[in-house]
């Protein structure tokens, strides 16, 4: 089992940056895949990156590619985004995920979510 609780969302200009914090408790974040999650209201959750634990390739989806970094602390055992130009689009509620059984850009693969953080970019 594993808990995990975001932070850092807020409202920011487009062209602004914000970094957001999932920490985890309850087991190592090395040993997991972790993922980034979107969803605007309205639509569905959308894959924004991943790292894999075996081998910590990061992958990120098209539309965040260049302007994202995903990131993990294993001793903090917290995963960040550094989210930099964002964008109206990029306004949504995201979600950090652990150990996903299959693919890991598919949410419904992934057992363990946070509550979420709201990313809000104006214009």
């Known amino acids: 089992q594993v808990q995990l609780v975001e932070s850092g969302g807020g409202l920011v200009q487009a062209g602004g940056s914000l970094r957001l914090s999932c920490a985890a408790s309850?087991?190592?974040?090395?040993?997991?895949?972790m993922g980034w999650f979107r969803q605007a209201p309205g639509k569905e959750r959308e894959f924004v990156a991943a790292v894999r634990w075996r081998n910590s390739y990061i992958y990120y989806a098209e539309s965040v590619k260049g302007r994202f970094t995903l990131s993990r602390d294993n001793a903090k055992n917290t995963l960040y985004l550094q989210m930099n130009s964002l964008k109206p689009e990029d306004t949504a509620a995201y979600y950090c995920?652990?150990?996903?059984?299959?693919?890991?850009?598919?949410?419904?693969?992934?057992?363990?979510w946070g509550q979420g953080t709201q990313v809000t970019v104006s214009s």
């Open positions: 995920a652990a150990d996903p059984r299959g693919r890991y850009d598919e949410a419904s693969q992934y057992d363990y």
């Open positions: 309850g087991r190592t974040l090395s040993s997991y895949s």
